[in-house]
Every structure is written in C-alpha cells, then in structure tokens.
C-alpha cells in the first residue's frame, strides 16, 4: 500500500502544474478519488516517499545508460554483435 500511497502523493503535486480544470487535472482528479479509497490517512511516511524516489532515480539512471549504449551501438560506436565483415562464401556455391 506504501507504493499506491506514494503514487497518490505525487499525483496530488502534479494536480496544481496541470490545473484542476484542464482535461488533464480533471483525469487526475478522477484518478485521485477513486485511488484515495485504498490508501489509509498516514500509510506513506517520509521514509517510505524518499526510498520511492530514490529508486525511482535510480531505475531513470540505469534505463539512460542503457538508452545511451544503444545509441551508440545503433551509430556504429560500439561493437555491435553480428558487425564487421559478412562471412566468406562457402566452397562450391555461386558467388
């Protein structure tokens, strides 16, 4: 429940950049009554919020080093599997 606390907690801090009125603010308010029901008033402590952002940093930072090693691999910068030269013709087979 901690998780759904925390999530719930973040959804109310984005509520004032997207403004209550907007269709996304409205989304979000929607979200909010139906998800408030499951999460007991004092569920997400300070600790609890702050591991959950740590980890989600942490997950952001892995998912990038991985994005840029792709990248790389995609422009030819690393050693891409099935790179270099194609494989020399088999004896007997038309080139």
Do not use: C, D, W, Y
């Not at 930072?61 to 494989?87: E, F, H, W």
């Amino acid at each position: 429940m901690q998780k759904l606390g925390v999530i719930v907690k973040q959804l109310e801090a984005a509520l004032p950049e997207l403004g209550a009125s907007s269709e996304a603010g409205q989304a979000v308010l929607k979200a909010l009554s139906s998800l408030v029901k499951f999460v007991p008033a004092g569920s997400v402590t300070p600790a609890a919020q702050k591991n959950s952002i740590e980890a989600q940093q942490r997950n952001m930072a892995q998912n990038n080093q991985q994005m840029q090693a792709l990248k790389q691999r995609l422009q030819g910068g690393g050693g891409a599997p099935g790179g270099g030269q194609p494989p020399a013709p088999q004896p007997g087979m038309a080139a």
